[in-house]
């Protein structure tokens, strides 16, 4: 048996939503600078859904059943109340709430085409009110009720804050939206098509991949980049925090790829939305240190920046709570997951590979009473 160990490099399906050919990230084969520039986040759930592009109407009717579908059941936010809820991380509220959503849709366990796509539209609707509901709840705050006239992304921080959003603050986090929706085959997408590749329910492969996306080495990194930045604190402490780092051996977080080899093309569209927003809020210091980062660990390492190191001082500019970083990854990256879930069914296989046993063989069986 050949190990090829984290799966590297190994072809496991073929797919039509993603590609990540030579450093280059596209979407259906639009060119992630081409939608990040043009597209917005509702349109880009579309393109992965669909594989074209919507037409207005299209895009109209998506729009509706979306602001249709974006309440939640009272029982999530009763659940809420009921946890030990300063202790409990976002993503951890996040992954529960989706699998309870299981329990209140009638149609969970419905295997028809049809019945699934009305269940993906459901869950992109309700993830970011779950995740604003969740952080609202734990300040003492009640939930705000999604509104009907408001964009996807518009539409999360007015649930978030309970205030109309700003325009710039809309345009950021629909681009960021837009920046993380898919991207091929990353470690919760695989993990959403295993578990539903045993014909196990879309809640069920939407749970398994939330809790993939919270690691440190996936999505949770940019929440992990956030903590790095505020002990670094100061400009100049940033040589002696990240060679320290380095000379001990340990990871930076946000940087490097098990894909990408000269660079993550959707970081530089966060880089500039970082120098942008930490700007305007009066706060360049973090993207001041964030790019000292990036030419002490680029020169060191040769490697460079991934999706989340911007996207840090991005949410930060924002005024989103640090711990709601990776939940914002979740409820742009749940589009790509419910892609992929919807072409698991469409062609599934079983996902099996094989493990080479390494542990003791020809054990006899001793008897309890013999044993030391
Ligand atoms: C949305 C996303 O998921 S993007 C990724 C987010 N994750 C992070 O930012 C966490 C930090 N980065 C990492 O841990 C890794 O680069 C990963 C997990 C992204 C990719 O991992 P792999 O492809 O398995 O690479 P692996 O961890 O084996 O690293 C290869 C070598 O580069 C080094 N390396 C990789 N990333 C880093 C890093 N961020 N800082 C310092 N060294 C690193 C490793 O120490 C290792 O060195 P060695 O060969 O001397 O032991
Ligand atoms: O593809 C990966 O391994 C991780 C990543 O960048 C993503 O999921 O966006």
């Known amino acids: 048996m050949t190990v090829t160990r984290g799966l590297e490099g190994i072809v496991a399906t073929t797919s039509s939503i993603s590609s990540i050919i030579d450093d280059t990230l596209t979407y259906v084969g639009y060119n992630i600078d081409d939608l990040a520039e043009n597209a917005s986040f509702e349109e880009v759930i579309y393109l992965l859904w669909h594989r074209k592009l919507p037409n207005a109407e299209q895009l109209a009717e998506l729009k509706k059943q979306l602001a249709e579908n974006a309440s939640l059941p009272k029982e999530v936010i009763e659940h809420f109340k009921m946890y030990p809820i300063k202790e409990v991380h976002p993503m951890a509220a996040l992954r529960s709430a989706v699998s309870l959503l299981g329990l209140y849709d009638k149609e969970a366990d419905a295997m028809d085409p049809e019945a699934n796509y009305r269940k993906a539209i459901r869950l992109q609707a309700k993830m970011p ?79 398994a991949a939330i809790g993939a996306l919270k690691g440190p080495l996936h999505g949770g990194a940019n929440e ?42 959707r970081a530089k569209h966060l880089k500039e939305m970082s120098k942008k927003l930490t700007e305007l809020t009066g706060e360049p ?82 008897p309890i009473e013999q044993r030391v």
Request: aromatic share 10%; charged share 25%.
């Open 129 to 207: 009110s779950i995740v604003a509901a969740f952080a609202r709840v734990r300040k003492g705050l009640e939930p705000v009720e999604p509104r009907q006239d408001l964009s996807f992304a518009a539409n999360f921080l007015y649930m978030l804050s309970g205030k109309e959003p700003d325009q710039i603050a809309v345009e950021a986090i629909d681009k960021a939206l837009v920046l993380h929706a898919d991207h091929e085959l990353n470690a919760s997408t695989f993990t959403a098509r295993v578990c539903v590749a045993t014909l196990s329910d879309v809640y069920s492969g939407i749970t």
């Open 224 to 265: 992990a980049v956030m903590k790095m930045l505020t002990e670094i604190g100061t400009l100049e402490n940033v040589e002696p925090y990240i060679y320290g780092k380095l000379q001990k051996k340990e990871k930076i977080m946000g940087f490097g790829h098990r894909v990408y080899r000269q660079g993550d093309p």
């Open 285 to 366: 210091h973090w993207y001041d240190m964030s790019v000292k980062i990036e030419s002490i660990v680029t020169g060191e390492k040769k490697l460079p920046p991934n999706v989340d190191f911007y996207s840090a001082s991005v949410y930060h500019s924002l005024g989103i709570d640090h711990d709601l970083m990776t939940p914002i990854f979740a409820v742009s990256r749940v589009s790509g997951w419910l892609a992929h879930i919807l072409e698991q069914y469409d062609n599934n296989r079983l996902i099996r590979p094989r493990a080479e046993y390494t542990g003791p063989v020809k054990q006899k069986y001793i």
